[in-house]
């Protein structure tokens, strides 16, 4: 089975971000966390800068962070971060709470610009999970084959399109 992977609409992170219901979380650094009250939880993940008044996250726009208890807090340029940051400053580990879809394929082609997953021996429509979850089942693949595979994970903040097993490959004399 061969499955062509398609691109998807861009979309506004801002518009996204506020969409959610969050819980607020302070860190040993003293910065806030917001983490959204969703099961891929740590695609969602957004701290303050409260150190730089004139914080660029988000173009210096200000969001609105609506909390699980309906409070808002309005947060001019927040960051957009991720689990293991979140870890390291809180102590709360969501690093399994990543919404990965992915591909893992013999091969692959290319025509006009558009990538075809070719002789897919795996694919999901999405598990949440961690963030490394496809690429390290190709890597699980490749060593059991002794043969490069390629994979193609998408997440909500974007995509990858790679191989494992790289040094499985035919060497040309």
Not at 9 to 21: G, H, T, V
Not at 100 to 127: C, E, F, L, P
Not at 136 to 144: E, K, S, V
Request: hydrophobic fraction near 35%; proline fraction near 3%.
């Amino acid at each position: 089975m061969d499955i062509a992977i398609r691109s998807l609409p861009m979309r506004c992170a801002s518009a996204i971000a506020e969409e959610k219901k969050y819980h607020v979380h302070k860190g040993k650094s003293g910065k806030r966390w917001f983490v959204a009250d969703i099961p891929n939880a740590a695609d969602h993940i957004y701290v303050e800068d409260y150190h730089s008044q004139s914080s660029q996250g988000f173009g210096g726009r200000t969001l609105i962070f609506e909390l699980v208890d309906g409070e808002k807090i309005p947060i001019k340029g927040p960051w957009h971060s991720n689990s293991h940051a979140l870890l390291g400053d809180t102590g709360i580990d969501i690093t399994n709470k990543h919404l990965i879809s992915g591909i893992i394929s013999r091969d692959i082609s290319w025509k006009n610009g558009q990538a075809t997953m070719v002789d897919v021996i795996y694919s999901d429509d999405g598990i949440v999970g961690t963030f490394d979850r496809v690429s390290d089942m190709a890597r699980q693949l490749a060593d059991i084959s002794k043969t490069p595979v390629h994979y193609y994970a998408r997440s909500e903040g974007g995509s990858v399109l790679a191989m494992e097993g790289r040094e499985y490959a035919k060497q040309k004399v």
